[in-house]
């Protein structure tokens, strides 16, 4: 049972341009979330996380948006650099529960 | 910050032969390690979590005998596959965090190939 579902596996997007990725999750339970960088070879690097209290968390060019209702959560970057280009992981966890349940993430191509 | 380092990066075995991996937190204290298994376009699964002076707690249908985790220090954690077998080739990752409800820092994971 994929409890934490990221449909689109691949995104490509121009750069300069919005990158909007997405995140679906079934457990109500979840409450807290992060998103993840990955290179080829490289272990995943944290970007930006939301507890189910905020709706709304940035960090730089990086926005995370939580629709708690919706079961929903997607990250925004803008402006888009070809730096970007990777495999984003979303990742969510339970109150009190240290266990992540990951995704199986999307890559993101920047075309330049 | 937070840099967590995992050795080796790769690693080819006989068939049997028992396999140690490393994982150390460079710049911080991680009250708690964990340690997942990655299969071929599959995502990231939990084995184990491992809290520093105390038994790892293993998820379900993970063999605790096989996959052996110690936490010695809040620096570092290691797991051991024991009489590893081919069907023990996979990706292993390890992650750190300094303290509740903070992000899971991640190595870069070791590739283990068993013969």
């Known amino acids: 049972d994929q409890q934490v579902k990221q449909n689109s596996p691949s995104l490509s997007v121009q750069e300069g341009r919005i990158s909007i990725l997405n995140c679906d999750y079934t457990?109500?339970?979840?409450?807290?979330f992060l998103w993840y960088k990955k290179y080829p070879a490289e272990g995943p690097t944290f970007l930006i996380s939301i507890s189910s209290i905020k709706d709304k968390n940035e960090d730089g060019r990086f926005t995370v948006f939580l629709n708690k209702s919706a079961k929903h959560l997607s990250l925004h970057i803008v402006p888009s650099q070809p730096g970007d280009s990777a495999v984003y992981f979303c990742?969510?966890?339970?109150?009190?529960?240290?266990?992540?349940?990951f995704g199986t993430g999307t890559r993101l191509t920047i075309i330049p | 910050g937070a840099v967590v380092s995992q050795h080796p990066s790769w690693v080819i075995c006989k068939s049997g032969t028992s396999v140690k991996i490393e994982c150390r937190s460079l710049?911080?204290?991680?009250?708690?390690m964990f340690w997942y298994r990655q299969f071929p376009k599959q995502s990231l699964m939990l084995m184990a979590t491992?809290?520093?002076?105390?038994?790892?707690?293993?998820e379900q249908g993970v063999e605790k005998d096989k996959f052996l985790i110690n936490h010695a220090s809040l620096t570092l954690s290691t797991l051991t596959v024991t009489s590893a077998h081919p069907e023990d080739s996979s990706f292993y990752i390890c992650?750190?965090?300094?303290?509740?409800?903070?992000?899971?820092?991640f190595g870069d994971g070791t590739r283990l190939s068993i013969l």
């Open positions: 992650s750190a965090r300094f303290g509740p409800e903070q992000p899971q820092h």
């Open positions: 457990n109500s339970m979840f409450d807290y």
């Open positions: 990742a969510a966890s339970g109150f009190g529960n240290e266990k992540l349940t």
């Open positions: 710049d911080f204290q991680a009250t708690t």
């Open positions: 491992s809290n520093e002076g105390s038994k790892a707690t293993y």
